[in-house]
């Protein structure tokens, strides 16, 4: 039995790498926003383990 090949699915990986975005480039824009955010809450949380053990 003879299979019709003229029309399949696109390959997933063609796919993928059509509609991929950058995972670095999604990620920059909210760097400075992040950084500064979890460099205080690790200042606190460090403050608080050193009130706490004192």
Known sequence: MAHDHSHLA???????????????????????????????LMMFLLAFIAVSMA
């Open 10 to 40: 696109p390959n997933a990986a063609d796919v993928e790498a059509a509609h991929a975005t950058d995972v670095t480039e999604t990620v920059v824009p909210i760097i400075p926003v992040v950084l500064p955010v979890v460099g205080a």
